[in-house]
């Protein structure tokens, strides 16, 4: 247990955090092919002046003195995890830009919101590309989709279909009631497990309750295999979410062949083959539904659109022809899967464990959605707007606890300057929204978990358009669906604060706060016990 379980883990990290003992067999392996690589190819090239050329006009921002042909690619070897090198040598060096030279590509992180914003709002049509990378394209099935594509004929196409079929308010109000059985369903799931005398494994509920939604926003159903009788995650859906969450894990996640392109096809770092098979899993679970769904449409069975799916099967051209192809559908399908399953959930798994650390701020919450909806009916999608300070607890474990360390690159389509620094075209901007959230120049006291710090006497929002942390992110490549990311981390908080009493097993009085090792979710999966404290018959009796 951590000696004060009420704050996260500090930015700074020890020094045996960064030594060469940490490093696996494979990325050694990754060395010293890279090293052998590079020997050949200084024999045959001329050192090129770019790396740090001498220019007249602003400089680049503060980095590593890079190596040549490989830039600072053997530190991102040695020192794992990648992002937290990068924030201890951003703080080392007292900066919140750096220029991180990787190959031939400059990489350059931001953990300050002025130039956050400088960035994707005062230039965010300079910032609207994306990089080709080997999980880029898994992700996107070649790039035919709308979040990881390059500013392409395509992302126009695929991004104009889901604003105005997708995640319109229109189209959000006509799948209330899908959403609404996996609230239901949620509770079901954990009442089940209390009448078991079960503990909850808190991860695994909110995990699979975000992919519940979107399987049944999608496809109208919330199992591929045989329905579990308790409401909770058979095999095939405990597969599918955990490939959809190993394929996130990998996307831009500094595989060393996205930056020495020579070397793509070898799986020297292992990253290539796991962000594919985990790519590949997810299609093979959902692919054979659209092609069921195809020949429904073709043959006549089906007749009336009920999901996502059939909207996107039965869109026209002005020709009157299919606006998209099969294949076009089922990577975009699959792309809304990966897109809005893991904010959600990892924020509230952390907000549970803050507030079973602090009763007080737990009983604050409990004490307003009993006030605002009462102990004689379930909490609704209509309650959000007036559960203030349940959102608060939400955005302050957005702040301080995000997902994923950076947010996905942004490429710069010409040379530009941020901050007085030169950017230069082609240059991989990413947000930090650990370096963000936790900057102690924004935040007072930032690795102090307190939902106050976001009530100013209006209406709290989930999405933070001043970018002093990325919950949504903003501009023309942020997230065009925080109307469904908000219902679902809300619904998700207030089913199971208004729902259920919890307490730690074993009578603990505080739960370990610590990150894990080489990601950002908790270290270990929140498992608490769970007591009814509502009427009897407000809890669902079947799923």
């Not at 126009?156 to 609404?180: N, P």
């Amino acid at each position: 247990m951590t000696t004060d379980i009420t704050t996260a883990t500090p930015l700074s990290i020890p020094t045996s955090t960064f030594t060469t003992t940490t490093t696996t067999n494979t990325n050694i392996k990754a060395l010293i092919i890279v090293f052998l690589v590079t020997i050949i190819g200084v024999l045959k090239l001329k050192q090129r002046a770019s790396f740090r050329k001498v220019r007249k006009g602003p400089s680049l921002p503060p980095g590593p003195t890079p190596w040549p042909i490989l830039g600072n690619i053997p530190e991102m070897l040695c020192f794992k995890p990648t992002f937290r090198w990068i924030h201890q040598m951003m703080k080392d060096m007292n900066t919140d830009i750096a220029c991180i030279r990787l190959g031939n590509t400059n990489i350059i992180p931001v953990t300050c919101p002025e130039i956050a914003r400088e960035m994707l709002k005062k230039q965010d049509a300079n910032f609207a590309d994306r990089p080709l990378s080997v999980s880029a394209h898994a992700v996107s099935g070649g790039y035919m989709t709308a979040v990881t594509v390059p500013l392409t004929e395509q992302w126009k196409k695929m991004r104009k279909i889901l604003v105005s079929e997708i995640v319109s308010h229109a189209r959000h109000k006509w799948l209330h009631d899908k959403r609404a059985e996996e609230s239901d369903n949620l509770v079901f799931y954990v009442h089940n497990q209390y009448k078991n005398n079960k503990v909850v494994n808190i991860r695994t509920a909110t995990q699979h309750y975000c992919g519940n939604v979107v399987r049944k926003i999608l496809f109208s159903r919330r199992y591929f295999g045989e329905p579990m009788k308790d409401g909770g995650p058979g095999p095939d859906e405990i597969k599918h979410v955990e490939a959809v969450f190993t394929a996130l894990k990998y996307v831009y996640s500094f595989c060393v062949s996205d930056y020495l392109p020579f070397l793509r096809g070898l799986n020297l770092d292992g990253q290539e083959q796991i962000a594919k098979d985990a790519n590949k899993t997810v299609r093979d679970y959902q692919n054979p539904i659209v092609d069921e769904r195809y020949e429904e449409w073709r043959t006549g069975q089906r007749k009336e659109m009920e999901d996502l799916l059939d909207v996107f099967i039965t869109l026209k051209n002005s020709d009157g022809k299919p606006l998209l192809t099969p294949d076009e559908v089922k990577n975009q399908a699959a792309e809304i899967m990966l897109a809005a399953v893991d904010n959600p959930s990892n924020v509230v798994e952390w907000v549970m464990a803050e507030l079973m650390n602090q009763p007080e701020l737990l009983k604050r919450a409990i004490e307003e959605i009993d006030r605002v909806v009462g102990k004689d009916r379930l909490v609704q999608e209509s309650d959000i707007a007036n559960l203030n300070y349940v959102k608060a607890c939400a955005r302050e474990s957005f702040r301080l606890h995000p997902i994923a360390p950076f947010n996905l690159p942004h490429v710069a389509i010409q040379d530009t300057v941020v901050a007085g620094y030169f950017i230069p075209k082609g240059s991989h901007t990413i947000l930090s929204r650990y370096g963000l959230g936790r900057n102690p120049k924004i935040w007072e006291d930032p690795l102090k978990y307190d939902p106050e710090r976001h009530l100013k006497g209006q209406d709290v929002m989930l999405t933070e358009h001043d970018l002093r942390f990325v919950s949504f992110s903003t501009g023309r490549r942020g997230c065009i669906a925080a109307l469904l990311g908000t219902c679902m981390t809300t619904m998700l908080l207030a089913r199971l604060l208004q729902c259920f009493d919890w307490t730690l097993p074993d009578g603990a009085s505080g739960f370990d706060l610590s990150e894990a090792e080489n990601e950002l979710l908790l270290a270990n999966p929140l498992i608490a016990s769970a007591k009814p404290r509502l009427a009897p018959h407000l809890y669902p009796t079947s799923n």
